[in-house]
């Protein structure tokens, strides 16, 4: 899901309607059911995407997206990951991780992305950032597996980043 990806890097989304354009952070631009379920974005309802801008930053590099799937239907992902690394030596200078499949939009924490700031590369401090991320999920019993499947997947989608595993 592009969503997931554009999630972690802070795109824009830029959209035009009678009332003119305007650009939406990618971050505002998906809602939660909340009193409104029937509303999956933030677009009125005469607005379109025009265009998406990505900032630039030293992601490009070290990144991955992996997409999780259950062997009997190949059409949904149970979890999903973009992860976005830059390094300084053998430490991170910055780092993107989105999850998609584990809420109504695009999950992200900028908490457990700062805990990777200057952190060394190693599969130790990846397990601290995805507890981090996940904190607080809370499973209904048919999805509880997705917890620790997300936080594995955000481990190896690090780690196949960085190209160490």
Known sequence: DMAVALT????????????????????????????????????????LVTSIDLPPNGLSKHYMYLKLRDRPSYAFALVSVAAAVELDGDHVK?????????????????????????KDVREENFRQAAEI????????????????????????ALKQALNIG
């Open 94 to 118: 910055d780092a993107r991780i989105a999850l998609g499949g584990v809420a109504h939009k695009p999950w992200r924490r900028l908490e457990a992305e700062n805990f990777l700031k200057g």
């Open 133 to 156: 991320l996940i904190e607080g999920a809370k499973g209904y019993g048919h999805n509880t597996f997705k917890i620790e499947l997300a936080k594995r997947a955000i481990v190896r």
């Open 8 to 47: 972690a890097l802070d795109a824009v989304v830029n959209v035009t309607g009678s009332d003119g354009d305007r650009n939406i952070p990618i971050g505002e631009f998906h809602r939660l059911p909340g009193d409104t379920p029937q509303l999956d974005t933030n677009l009125q309802q005469d607005e």
